[in-house]
Nanobody
Framework: VQLQASGGGFAQPGGSLRLSCVAS????????IGWFRQAPGKEREAVSS????????YYIGSVKGRFTVTMDNAKNTMHLRMDSLKADDTAVYYC???????????WGQGTLVTVSS
């Protein structure tokens, strides 16, 4: 499985960014795909995810109502729309995929999101 993340960058507080993660090289029937993030000096945390089969979504409390995760199964692409960004959202965001049959995790490279005035 290869995961290619993109879309990070700079935004001012209150601004928006969209992250994308393209998955390839797999034939999983059941999986969950999403994002972790790690800010400097902080623990890594799960931000959001979506299950392929039933589109069940997860959001960490601090991003609920501001971030939206969607998935295009035909393109094996997952997007994270991030609105009303805050300085606390500054982190390296990592795309991941979990095979929900074997519970094996796959990771993509990180993409940096910086929110600052």
């Amino acid at each position: 499985v290869q995961l290619q993340a993109s879309g990070g960058g700079f935004a001012q507080p209150g601004g928006s960014l969209r992250l994308s993660c393209v998955a390839s090289g797999f034939s999983l029937d059941e999986y969950c795909i999403g994002w972790f993030r790690q800010a400097p000096g902080k623990e890594r945390e799960a931000v959001s995810s979506i299950r392929k089969n039933d589109r069940t979504t997860y959001y960490i409390g601090s991003v609920k109502g501001r971030f939206t995760v969607t998935m295009d199964n035909a393109k094996n692409t997952m997007h994270l729309r991030m609105d009303s960004l805050k300085a606390d959202d500054t982190a390296v965001y990592y795309c991941y995929m979990t095979d929900t049959v074997t519970w094996h995790d796959y990771w993509g490279q990180g993409t940096l999101v910086t929110v600052s005035s």
